[in-house]
């Protein structure tokens, strides 16, 4: 129960162990071409151009940035924790002016002070992370992506701890590149960066002045091969991680069975029965307001006389989470992840285990107060 890598489906599993085909033979473009079909429906985004390459969720912040930015452009990031961080460091490197709006951990920053950066700040983008795993804090992905759209910044979302777990609609909200990696709601074991880039950012893309600096990044080396292997032909740049990308089809197929709007509400129900499990714990969470706290992740304070140790004593119970973060606050906190194929069982199972490791860490708990709670809000309703 770690914020990714999360529990995969035993089906996609499987692909992982098939015979690894030729990337150009028509069996593997089949796969790759449906898999970049489905991210389409994934993201909500039939109009966007997806990109699927081996990397991590970094590499799927690297390309995003190495495409869009270009020395000495400026760029807005709107920072929710340790991954915004990183993003910004990322732009300064490939030569941005960054300008940072700022919370204090388990915060958003203030949208008015968004909102005025991006009337004053001649900005080219603007980037959000969309939930960071580091303070399981939620942005107002929505309000953030339309009020660029409005000032014509290009809007940047950093989906990895998000995607196909919170609501999500870049088509309809006019966000131009929805980045996320294979290895947590989506639902595929690590290795794949994942793109979905508007028609808008591709056209800032094709307006550079400069060459990307990073050949494996440049959209001129991967668009050919996405639009081959989405029109049923082969085509080579590098090589493809072929049983990763079997293992995304297969996932990305029972995603869609599910529905996006279903799924998206699951984790919102695994959500509420987690939060009415802490509540009766009286654990504090480090999101700041439930209105601002992920569905993906619950990041917590440890209570009084537990340390970080503490995660091992949860682990002796038959559950892994995992520990803190954010630099700040790393040894103060600890996180649990709720993402792909979290239910109701692994809610009971989870918290069950929480309050036994406090009960050996020497706290008085009501046995099965937490699991009551989690199991109450788990009910249907009536
Ligand atoms: N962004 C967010 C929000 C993340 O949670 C992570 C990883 N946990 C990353 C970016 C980086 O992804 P990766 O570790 O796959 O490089």
Redesign the pocket.
């Known amino acids: 129960m770690i ?2 890598p999360v529990e995969f489906d035993p089906e996609v599993m499987r692909a992982l162990g098939a015979k690894t085909a030729s990337h150009v033979s028509p069996e593997f473009i089949a796969v790759f071409g449906r898999a970049l079909q489905r991210l389409r429906e994934v993201c909500l985004a039939p109009s966007a151009q997806p990109f699927v390459v081996a ?7 690297e390309m995003a940035v190495a495409n869009l930015v270009e020395p000495g452009e400026r760029a807005l990031v709107v920072n929710t ?3 915004s961080d ?2 910004a460091s990322l732009l300064e490197r490939y030569g941005a002016e960054v300008v940072q709006a700022r919370a204090s951990p388990g915060e958003v920053p203030d949208s008015a002070e968004v909102e005025r950066l991006l009337a004053g700040g001649r900005f080219k983008l603007m980037t959000v ?6 303070t399981g804090v939620l942005a107002p992905a929505e309000a953030l992506v339309r009020a660029a759209h409005r000032h014509g910044v290009l809007s940047v979302v ?5 995607t196909a777990g919170e609501t999500f609609h870049q088509d309809a909200w006019g966000a131009d590149v929805y980045l996320t ?4 709601a989506l639902g595929v074991p ?1 290795g794949l ?1 994942l793109l979905s880039v508007s028609r808008r950012a591709m056209d800032s893309w094709r307006a550079r002045r400069t060459p990307v600096r990073s050949l494996y990044a440049d959209f001129a080396e991967w668009l050919p091969i996405m639009e081959a292997y989405e029109t049923g032909r082969a085509a080579y740049f590098a090589t493809p991680p072929v049983n990763l990308v079997y293992a995304l089809e297969v996932s990305l197929g029972q995603l869609l069975r599910e529905g996006m709007e279903a799924r998206f509400e699951r984790h919102r129900r695994m959500a509420g029965a987690f939060r009415a499990a802490w509540r009766a714990l009286g654990l504090r969470t480090l999101p700041a307001s439930e209105s601002v706290a992920a569905h993906t992740l619950s990041a917590l304070y440890f209570p009084e006389g537990v340390d970080a140790t503490w995660v091992g004593k949860v682990r002796e119970q038959g559950v892994v989470l995992a520990g803190g ?1 954010h630099p700040q606050l790393k040894t103060r906190y600890f996180r649990v992840g709720h993402m792909n194929v979290v239910s109701p069982g692994d809610v009971l199972a989870t918290v069950g285990a929480i309050e036994r490791a406090l009960a050996v860490a020497g706290h008085r708990i009501a046995p099965g107060s937490a699991v009551a709670a989690a199991q109450a809000a788990l009910l249907p309703p009536g």
């Open positions: 914020p990714g990397g991590s969720g970094t590499w799927a912040m924790g340790y991954f990183r993003m992370t969309h939930v960071d795993t580091s950093d989906g990895v701890c998000a990696a294979s290895q947590k690590p960066a973060l």
